[in-house]
């Protein structure tokens, strides 16, 4: 933590001091706090992941032939090396920590785009609620939550962040988005009509494609892997 804030934005020293914040903290002391950011090579801002082995509906999932969680690439590679283990892990038990949402808005600030959760999900109804947090002292920034937890969606006519899109992710593949929720993902075998990720085609990366942060898409479809 640092000295008291001086000579702030007004209208940020606002937002911050009605989320209860009323000193400076340093990107180390926030890295510290929350287990810092993770870095996709196909994400255009960085993102922030907890372990795969924390999902609720999607540790079912994964044991299910034709769902998108069924073979998690969060499972592979270099998920398992001992360092992201931990790393991940520390990221989980952070969410507890009394800072977690001023340290994750002091490494979020500046960035264009973020995604929540490139591995992991939500954990419960006050860790959306605590997103929500986030998002409010970042008004700059887009942010993209992918779930399959649908028991901690909003209620109807709750308010969401202005700046957060939150994809409900199709429990089966190539399936039909529901009316449970205004945006969708879909994992598909063969795309149909609509948006599908470009990603694959331009080397497993986003590049100027800003899909899945935009409102006025409703589905993003995903080729299986």
Request: proline share 8%; charged share 20%; with cysteine.
């Amino acid at each position: 933590m640092g000295p008291p804030i001086k000579n702030q934005d007004s209208s940020r020293l606002d937002r911050l001091q009605a989320l209860g914040y009323n000193r400076i903290m340093k990107k180390k002391a926030a890295s510290k706090i929350t287990g810092g950011l993770s870095a996709p090579g196909k994400m255009p801002e960085g993102s922030y992941n907890l372990p795969a082995r924390a999902c609720q509906t999607g540790a079912k999932l994964r044991e299910i032939p034709g769902t998108p969680c069924y073979g998690c690439y969060a499972f592979k590679g270099r998920y398992n090396f001992p360092n992201v283990k931990d790393a991940l892990t520390r990221r989980l038990e952070s969410l507890q920590h009394p800072d977690w949402v001023q340290a994750m808005t002091v490494l979020i600030k500046g960035k264009k785009f973020f995604r929540w959760h490139d591995s992991g999900d939500l954990q419960s109804s006050w860790h959306l609620q605590q997103i929500f947090k986030v998002c409010e002292a970042t008004p700059d920034t887009q942010h993209w939550l992918p779930t399959q937890e649908r028991q901690y969606l909003p209620l109807e006519g709750s308010s969401v962040p202005k700046n957060l899109i939150i994809r409900l992710s199709n429990a089966k593949n190539d399936t039909m988005p529901g009316q449970a929720w205004s945006h969708w993902s879909t994992v598909v075998t063969k795309p149909r009509a609509g948006h599908v990720c470009p990603a694959p085609e331009q080397g497993n990366n986003c590049g100027s494609c800003r899909a899945c942060w935009n409102k006025d898409v409703k589905e993003v479809q995903y080729k299986i892997h």
